[in-house]
């Protein structure tokens, strides 16, 4: 049975989800909360499936993998939301459904062995920095037009992280207008995958469809081993 904590915390949640859709005028059927439950044991992912959740978001694979396997008697669809190395990349494409971190032409390459379909979205990287994930807005359409030329990968859209010194609803709205180089060469590619704990309701003002939502739903992370 799920502990009354995470009880209150997913529903508060998803309360406010369904809050900030109707503010937006948008349906909160066609938004997906994917839970991140980095850190946690595969426990908490049993408990979140009683609570109704079928999303969950993983970031590293070694972490990963060994939940998936515990759990894998559930009906879960597993997201990749973390950088994701090249030399991963098919071994997370073996138990994910999603990949939401695809940001190098390396990873396309490797994913392109790929024994299934694998829904993917592109990470823009929306600072200065070049350590973080993501790719460079100028290199976008690039990218693009290797992923549509992979059989093996579906391109659902775009991902990408407000910085910290950014307002999250600015930042969000300039992935609108990088997404404009997608859509040209894929028009089907729609999905956004925008927001987390702290700025779902701003990511949702902007048309987010995919929500990634750890610690406002699981609590504090335990400390990793």
């Not at 909360?33 to 426990?43: C, G, L, M, Q, R």
């Not at 396997?69 to 090249?86: A, I, K, N, Y």
């Not at 976008?140 to 290797?146: G, I, N």
């Not at 307002?167 to 997404?179: G, K």
Request: charged content about 20%; overall charge negative.
């Amino acid at each position: 049975m799920a502990d009354s904590a995470l009880h209150d915390r997913y529903h508060a949640v998803m309360d406010a989800v369904h809050s900030a859709a109707r503010d937006a005028g948008r349906d909160p059927g066609e938004i997906t909360t994917v839970v991140v439950t980095k850190f946690h044991p595969s426990s908490l992912v049993r408990e979140l499936y009683e609570l109704g959740v079928r999303d969950v978001g993983e970031s590293r694979h070694q972490e990963a993998a060994p939940k998936h396997e515990q759990v894998r008697d559930l009906d879960l669809t597993w997201h990749f939301v973390g950088q994701l190395q090249s030399n991963k990349a098919l071994a997370v494409s073996s138990y994910c459904q999603v990949i939401h971190s695809l940001d190098r032409s390396s990873l396309v390459n490797k994913l392109a062995q790929a024994s299934g379909v694998v829904d993917v979205f592109i990470e823009l990287n929306l600072t200065d920095d070049p350590g973080r994930g993501g790719v460079w807005p100028d290199d976008l359409s690039a990218l693009v037009e290797q992923v549509i030329t992979t059989p093996s990968l579906r391109l659902k859209g775009l991902m990408a992280v407000a910085p910290q010194d950014e307002a999250p609803a600015a930042a969000f709205e300039r992935v609108l207008v990088y997404r404009e180089s997608l859509l040209a060469l894929s028009p089907s590619s729609t999905d956004l995958s925008l927001g987390m704990s702290g700025d779902f309701a701003e990511a949702i003002a902007v048309g987010a469809t995919h929500l990634r939502i750890g610690t406002a739903i699981t609590g504090k992370r335990p400390t990793p081993a």
